[in-house]
Nanobody
C-alpha cells in the first residue's frame, strides 16, 4: 500500500492550497480516509476525514468553514481544499487510510499513512 500526498507549498496568509493523496496497491478504502497535520514540536493532530462514499465528513474545529475534504473514488484519491490559510496552519500534512468506521479523530483508527507534504503559510 502506498499513499502519495502532494500539493503542499508556501502560501501567504489568506491564500489557498489543495492537497491530494492517491492510494495505490492492495488497499481497502471502504472505511474512508483522513488528513492529519503535525507542526514542529507538536503532536500530530486530526484535520478532516471522510467516508469513502463521501456521505459523511468530519472536521477539527480549526478546519471547519475553511477546509473541505472530498474523494474521487475512480482514482482512489482524497483531497483537502484549504482556504483562508493562516500561519497556524503551517505543518506537515499526512493522509491516512481508515481501518475503522468510527473514532475518526484518533490516529489509531488509521492503518496506513502517507509520507506527508509540507504546508507553510507566511504572515
Amino acid at each position: 500500500v502506498q499513499l502519495q500526498a502532494s500539493g503542499g507549498g508556501l502560501v501567504q496568509a489568506g491564500g489557498s492550497l489543495r492537497l491530494s493523496c492517491e492510494a495505490s496497491g492492495r488497499v481497502d478504502l471502504r472505511y474512508g480516509m483522513g488528513w492529519f497535520r503535525q507542526a514542529p514540536g507538536k503532536e500530530r493532530e486530526f484535520v478532516a476525514a471522510i467516508s469513502w462514499s463521501g456521505s459523511s465528513t468530519y472536521y477539527a474545529d480549526s478546519a471547519k468553514g475553511r477546509f473541505a475534504i472530498s474523494t474521487e473514488s475512480a482514482r482512489n484519491t482524497v483531497y483537502l481544499q484549504m482556504n483562508s490559510l493562516n500561519p497556524e496552519d503551517t505543518a506537515v500534512y499526512y493522509c491516512a487510510v481508515a481501518v475503522f468506521g468510527s473514532n475518526w479523530k484518533v490516529r489509531t483508527s488509521y492503518g496506513y499513512w502517507g509520507q506527508g507534504t509540507q504546508v507553510t503559510v507566511s504572515s
